[in-house]
C-alpha cells in the first residue's frame, strides 16, 4: 500500500522557520513526481511545491517562491519542505501528495 507520513508542523512566529518530512512507503519513491499541497481553514486545497522523479524539476506556487525549498532524499524516501520566513498566511495543513495518494497532514501554525 501506498503511504505517505508527513511531519514537522508546529507554532512558529512570522519570520520563522518548519522544515516538513514526508516518509513514503509502498512505491518506488525515486520514480514518482512528489509534492505539498496545504488548506487553509475555510479555503480549498491548493499545491504548494513538487518535484519531478526524472530531472528533478520543482515547482513552487507563487506565495512562497523563494521562501521555500523541496526536496527528496530518495535514499530515506522522503520528500521534505524547507519553509522559511513563515507568515501567518501560511498557516494550514499541509498534506504530502503523489497522484491521487495523500498523506494525513501536518499543521502548521504561524502566529503575528
Known amino acids: 500500500d501506498v503511504q505517505l507520513q508527513a511531519s514537522g508542523g508546529g507554532l512558529v512566529q512570522a519570520g520563522g522557520s518548519l522544515r516538513l518530512s514526508c516518509k513514503a512507503s509502498?512505491?518506488?519513491?525515486?520514480?514518482?513526481?512528489v509534492g505539498w499541497f496545504r488548506q487553509a481553514p475555510g479555503k480549498e486545497r491548493e499545491g504548494v511545491s513538487c518535484?519531478?522523479?526524472?530531472?528533478?524539476?520543482?515547482y513552487y506556487a507563487d506565495s512562497v517562491k523563494g521562501r521555500f525549498t523541496i526536496s527528496r532524499g530518495n535514499a530515506k524516501n522522503t520528500v521534505y519542505l524547507q519553509m522559511n520566513n513563515l507568515q501567518p498566511e501560511d498557516t494550514a495543513v499541509y498534506y504530502c501528495?503523489?497522484?491521487?495518494?495523500w498523506g494525513q497532514g501536518t499543521l502548521v501554525t504561524v502566529s503575528s
Open positions: 501528495n503523489r497522484g491521487t495518494f
Open positions: 509502498g512505491f518506488t519513491f525515486d520514480e514518482y513526481a
Open positions: 518535484t519531478s522523479a526524472a530531472d528533478g524539476n520543482t
